[in-house]
């Protein structure tokens, strides 16, 4: 019996290999009659192509592939993590080091929001990273307005409705009152649309401060605000189990990369 499956990956997935787009956005590229294979546009991303295949994009033929690498990034508030804004507010692409490759982030944080984030240049890491079958915890540091008590935050534990949508159980954890406000550790691993603000103003508590502290083995430890800082291909070989190749000589922000912890499961 011969194997009919096509040879090659999908050309959504090997864009988002190159960096041009995440692999959804690559196949909105590919709609949008933007990719040529072998000199034939083409516009549905039901196609596989090899390395024998020349895509061009926009005209542009397609670079090979860069081995996946993985920045950590410590986001100031003020910030947008889309690429353009409708609204004309400045973009994380705007603050990021000249010397940065074309990346992508993993997962968002809203605008008042800050700390740790994600950047890749491979599509495949940021859907792998995004999904949440994943697994891994996502922790914030989040200071409230009020004075919350364990009962109080008790419905987030055991996963809260908000507006029809359905929250999984977080953890909370109560550190401290600071006066009118307490700061709170909040994990989860799942990041539906400023979940954790809408979560606590459902319970009557208003977050005047968020900030990602993890995003599973990824610790924002004490990078500085502002600073990116690449994570070696050792700790992407262990963590994401990706092929072992020799680092990148490409040009790097400055700093060394930060050690992680493996994730732990609770």
Not at 171 to 198: F, H, Y
Not at 212 to 237: H, W
């Amino acid at each position: 019996m011969t194997d009919s499956t096509p040879k090659g990956d999908r050309i959504a997935k090997v864009l988002a290999r190159a960096g041009i787009a995440s692999r959804r956005g690559a196949e909105e590229i590919i709609a949008a009659g933007r990719v040529s294979v072998n000199g034939k546009r083409i516009d549905s991303p039901a196609l596989n192509v090899t390395d024998a295949d020349k895509i061009s994009v926009d005209g542009k033929p397609l670079q090979a592939a860069e081995p996946e690498r993985l920045w950590l990034y410590h986001k100031p508030a003020g910030l947008v993590t889309t690429t353009k804004d409708e609204q004309g507010r400045k973009t994380i692409f705007d603050a990021l080091p000249e010397d940065m490759p074309r990346v992508m982030s993993i997962g968002r944080l809203d605008l008042n929001s800050e700390g740790l984030l994600l950047l890749t240049n491979d599509g495949g890491i940021k859907r792998k990273l995004e999904l949440p079958s994943t697994g891994w915890m996502r922790r914030y540091r989040v200071r409230v307005n009020g004075r919350p008590t364990d009962p109080q935050l008790e419905p987030l534990r055991k996963g809260i409705t908000v507006e029809g949508e359905r929250f999984q159980p977080m953890q909370v954890t109560l550190d401290r009152q600071q006066g009118a406000n307490a700061w709170l550790t909040v994990g989860l691993r799942e990041g539906k649309n400023r979940e954790i603000r809408r979560a606590m103003d459902s319970i009557g508590l208003s977050v005047n401060r968020l900030i990602r502290v993890s995003y599973g083995p990824f610790q924002l430890g004490d990078l500085k605000q502002g600073t990116v800082e690449e994570v070696r291909r050792r700790v992407l070989r262990d963590q994401l189990g990706l092929d072992p190749e020799p680092e990148t000589g490409a040009a790097k922000p400055k700093g060394k990369p930060r050690r992680t912890r493996k994730p732990t499961r609770r």
